[in-house]
């Protein structure tokens, strides 16, 4: 099985555990897992015996890497990209929609890597804890996606224009980084799990949602956190004012431009900038577009949108390109069907956000 799922009896009540077990792959996300972990959390739902979910990933070097497009790869190039893409995104969508609206608390244990649809299990967890090793980032816009899993939602929640910034850098993202902008609540040990585990079955849980979330609150805060100047310095705090400066507003060509002449003596910086300059043109247009859009927006209506654009994407060509010259032959040179934003028409825009169906036949309807 794509994942492990396990039942602890408490003193009263019960905990669900949920584990991303392909290790090997970083725990990325395949259509599977998916599946697995839907229909997991759906019976759980209607089980009064559980009280809480905890969800972590197996082995020490990820909670969840990402989407597994790998997978999917294949069918970019073939007449059936848009209907396999809107099945498999349809369905990651939907579970991430199902983690927001769950009606029990929901723990993200989040070791190591987390990276696009870790990002959006994990963002969309009650209670997301982070071990100080974590490398947490959005790169989408380098294989020819864009933020999606919600991103809409949360990059907009950001600091004014880090959003922007971080899904146009695929900015690698510290512990410190994730819990100064709240993508993160706790810094964890990574050696903590089994105590933490230990401490919630010693409890007695009512099955009452906000009880068992307050006492749940009060013991998660109680946990033995690194101290502060253990955790890797934040690399934010040292660039947040510039960045909020270059994209804080005006169109994306003149953010770009400011980003790519600022002179800043950073590795981490320069890092952000060979990424940006690398991406794919059309995809920092969606970026820049699902984020005005999606600030009007409700969750649902946004996990919609994305379905609709990441839909699309799978029906032109740099996606697939992109997944090809970043992970199946790895020569890291994809050849974009712009070179640049300047060459990207609103017209082109516009079509990732035209749905390829009727409105009574929406993937995401139901949500």
């Given at each position: 099985m794509p994942i492990h799922s396990e039942e602890r009896q408490c003193l009263d009540g019960v905990i669900g555990v949920i584990t991303l077990d392909a290790p090997a792959t970083m725990n990325a996300l395949s259509e599977q897992m998916i599946d697995a972990m839907q229909a997991q959390l759906d019976q759980w739902e209607d089980d009064d015996r559980i009280c809480l979910i905890l969800i972590q990933g197996a082995g020490e070097k990820a909670f969840c890497a990402g989407g597994d497009i790998r997978q999917l790869y294949q069918a970019l190039n073939g007449p059936e990209a848009e209907r396999t893409a809107a099945r498999f995104f349809g369905k990651e969508y939907h579970l991430d929609y199902t983690l927001h609206r769950f009606p029990k608390p929901v723990i993200g244990w989040a070791r190591r890597v987390v990276m696009g649809g870790g990002m959006g299990i994990l963002a969309a967890c009650r209670y997301r804890l982070v071990t100080p090793d974590l490398i947490m980032a959005m790169p989408e816009v380098g294989i020819g996606l864009f933020p999606d899993v919600g991103a809409s939602w949360f990059l907009n929640r950001l600091p004014e224009g880090l959003g922007l910034f971080l899904g146009l850098t695929g900015a690698r993202l510290n512990a410190t980084d994730a819990l100064r902008i709240g993508l993160a609540d706790i810094a964890v040990y990574a050696n903590q799990q089994e105590t933490l585990l230990e401490t919630l079955q010693s409890q007695r849980w009512s099955?009452?949602?906000?009880?068992?979330?307050?006492?749940l609150f009060r013991l998660?805060?109680?946990?033995?956190?690194?101290?502060?100047?253990?955790?890797?310095?934040?690399?934010?705090?040292q660039h947040e004012q510039t960045i909020s400066r270059l994209c804080g507003e005006g169109d994306l060509i003149a953010m770009v431009d400011r980003l790519q002449a600022e002179a800043v003596n950073s590795e981490w910086w320069r890092t952000c900038?060979?990424?940006?300059?690398?991406?794919?043109?059309?995809?920092?247009?969606?970026?820049?577009?699902?984020?005005?859009?999606?600030?009007?927006?409700?969750m649902k209506d946004i996990f919609r949108m994305e379905l609709v654009m990441a839909t699309r994407c799978a029906g032109q060509p740099d996606l697939a390109e992109g997944i090809r010259a970043r992970l199946i032959d790895r020569d890291q040179a994809p050849k974009w069907s712009y070179q640049h934003i300047r060459e990207v028409s609103r017209e082109h825009v516009e079509l990732y956000f035209v749905p390829p169906w009727s409105e009574e036949n929406d993937p995401l309807a139901n949500l």
């Open positions: 099955g009452e949602v906000a009880t068992d979330d307050n006492r998660l805060n109680r946990l033995s956190s690194p101290p502060h100047e253990t955790l890797p310095p934040s690399q934010l705090m900038m060979q990424f940006l300059a690398g991406g794919n043109p059309v995809s920092a247009w969606l970026l820049h577009e699902q984020l005005k859009r999606g600030r009007q927006m409700s």
